[in-house]
């Protein structure tokens, strides 16, 4: 039986941010060793949100196909399967006067089980 909570990694991206003209990003999260990524954030008004990606943090290369106009006060679900690039981030685009709350990224899929370490140390002594 799969659990949500233990098969997935859940990261805060972004915290809210106050009222902007600009472009609102979130840090890049890293998507090394799992198959899926998904970010969940609300706006305020209607703008264009996607998201970038690249092989740094920086992740400044917009992915065809992941934009979306969102309508105001809509929750924004992007979800990339197999990403083409490490580093993925979410970009709601400047232009428009706009609120963005906090923005998570789930990271799924993964491509081996996350182990838990209790961090008790295994000492294995042998006497010849």
Same mark, same amino acid.
């Given at each position: 039986?799969? +659990?949500?909570?233990?098969?997935?990694?859940?990261?805060? @991206?972004?915290?809210?941010?106050?009222?902007?003209?600009?472009?609102?990003?979130?840090?890049?999260?890293?998507?090394? =060793? /799992?198959?899926? @990524?998904?970010?969940?954030?609300?706006?305020?008004?209607?703008?264009? @949100?996607?998201?970038?990606?690249?092989?740094?943090?920086?992740?400044?290369?917009?992915?065809?196909?992941?934009?979306?106009?969102?309508?105001?006060?809509?929750?924004?679900?992007?979800?990339?399967?197999?990403?083409? /690039?490490? /580093?993925?981030?979410? +970009?709601?685009?400047? &232009?428009?006067?706009?609120?963005? =709350?906090?923005?998570?990224?789930?990271? &799924?899929?993964?491509?081996?089980?996350?182990?838990? +370490?209790?961090?008790?140390?295994?000492?294995?002594?042998?006497t010849d």
């Open positions: 039986m799969q +659990n949500f909570l233990t098969s997935n990694s859940i990261v805060n @991206v972004a915290t809210a941010a106050s009222t902007v003209t600009t472009a609102v990003e979130t840090t890049a999260v890293d998507t090394a =060793g /799992y198959d899926r @990524v998904t970010i969940i954030r609300s706006v305020s008004a209607a703008c264009v @949100v996607e998201l970038l990606g690249g092989t740094t943090t920086t992740a400044t290369i917009a992915i065809t196909g992941s934009s979306v106009t969102a309508t105001a006060g809509e929750v924004v679900k992007l979800e990339m399967h197999r990403p083409q /690039y490490r /580093y993925i981030k979410m +970009n709601a685009q400047a &232009g428009v006067t706009k609120v963005c =709350g906090d923005a998570i990224a789930i990271l &799924g899929l993964p491509r081996s089980k996350p182990i838990t +370490n209790t961090g008790a140390a295994i000492v294995t002594t042998t």
